[in-house]
Each structure stands twice: as structure tokens, then as C-alpha cells.
């Protein structure tokens, strides 16, 4: 008999609490507007921040309440915007889908080595005492960029440097913010023009720490003078839309390879009459 008075006892006081805990969430509760609980679930939930918030639920959030566009999500792309749209009953807006491209082509090879480097296999620790290489704008090869993106869209190349994988890219800008020196940026997919350097040192010291860098030369400058411009010894382009198709040659006669397109077309084959002759 003893015992059973500690247990009913414990037992009430478990209901009671139980019952006050119930009634306290009932009373308390915030309804969730069903809006935000549909534009969660059409998200891609990567909670990568890409959208500039803190996640997708944050993201949903401000959708809902107009703070942000149903095109806002870049991981999810047209195929998301159009779904948050339908949604709230309003227009997706335009996607314009972007890619990350990585601005240097200091690969093992071209880069000159001013030492070795001991330490913390970290692009950032690198950085901290300069990392290995003469040029202090160019990649350190420590994969950074490679570890922050969640979306296998990077990988280091047997040269050194980080590829992107186009097809993976979803622009969520982790690489941007990943790389200590800024080589990486996001760009539209249909610009095929870059200029792949961010070294600001004059020609002649540029050269030496790497025989890919920006001489400032002015060669693409005078080819392009209405998208593109020099600034601090580094060929800037301004507006890629303004390069005109007959202009790319002159200005691919870069000496160093420091500016030219990503993907060059294919040679056309000779007609079988033309090979002939040949």
C-alpha cells in the first residue's frame, strides 16, 4: 500500500502537467500561413543562403510576406519560380541562370613557385602568410572553394586549379565566398568572354610570377574599347554584351592567353570536295 501512493501520486501530477502543457499550446500557438508551409515544400530545402537568407523556410517566409521574388531561389531556377507563382498568383519574373567561373589560370605549370609552403592544407591559412606562389592574387590550390560547395560542382584539376562542372553549378555563391582572393564569380551562362587574372602587379612583374597573367598591354582595350578598360594594370570587362562577334579576334591575340573565351567553337569540317582537293 505504501508504494501505490508515491506512484498515483507521481501519475496525477504527470496529467496535470500534461493537461497544462496541452492547454498552454493551444492557447499560445501561432497558426503557420499555409502559403509559406507551399512555398517551403516547392523548394529545393538545400539551406544553402544562396537567396540571401537564412534558409528556405526564411526564404518561404518572405516570399509570402513580398520581401522577396519568386525568383529568388537560384538552386531551384525557373522550374521553382514558376511553381511559387502559381502559388501566390503572380508573375515568376525572368531566371537568368548563372554559373560560377574561376578568374586565374595559374595552374602548376604556369605559376612560378616562391617557396614552399607548410602548413594548414587551407586556401585561407595559405593566404594568411601568402601561400607558395609569386603571384599574390592567384589561386593557392588548397581546394576551398571544392570543400564549400555542397553541390559537387567543383573539383581540383591534376594542374592545380578548381574546374567547375557546369551541369552541377546552381549559383548558390559558397565558392565566391569561399575563396580568400576572390578569383571566383558568378556569371551569366551565356557570357563566354573573361578576362582570367586578378593580378594588379605592372607587365613586367606580372609576367614573371606567371606566364598566364594580365600584362596590361592594352591589346583587347584598343580591340574593345566600349566593354573593356584598364584598371591598376588589369584588363576589366565592363559590359560583355558590347564585344561584338567581329572584334573576338583581335582581341583572343592576347600575348599571355589572359582574356579569351571559355568555349571556342569547333573547327567545321572540310565538305568532301574541299578535302579532296586538299
Known sequence: MDILIPIITM???????????????????VEENPKVVEVSESLPQANCGACGYAGCQAFAEAVVKGEAGANGCPVGGA????????????????????IARRHCRGTRTAAKDRGEYWGLNTCYAANLVGGNK?????CLGDGDCVRACQFQALFMGEDGLPYV??????????????????????????Q??????????????????????????????RACPDAIVLEKNLAVIKDYKKILPEQIPALEKCPTDSIGRLHKPEPEEASPEVQESI
Do not use: M, W
Not at 563566354?192 to 598591354?217: L, M, T
Open 192 to 221: 563566354n568572354i573573361f578576362v582570367y587574372c586578378r593580378s594588379r602587379d605592372r607587365g613586367p612583374a606580372a609576367k614573371k610570377a606567371c606566364k598566364n597573367a594580365c600584362i596590361g598591354c592594352g591589346i583587347c582595350v
Open 79 to 98: 522550374e521553382t519560380a514558376q511553381k511559387i507563382a502559381e502559388i501566390l498568383g503572380v508573375e515568376a519574373g525572368e531566371i537568368i541562370k548563372k
Open 134 to 138: 609569386q603571384c599574390s592574387y592567384g
Open 165 to 190: 562542372v557546369e551541369e552541377a553549378c546552381t549559383a548558390c555563391g559558397k565558392c565566391v565566398d569561399a575563396c580568400p582572393r576572390g578569383l571566383f564569380e558568378l556569371h551569366p551562362q551565356d
Open 11 to 29: 501519475a496525477a501530477l504527470g496529467l496535470l502537467f500534461s493537461t497544462g502543457l496541452a492547454f498552454a499550446y493551444q492557447k499560445l500557438k
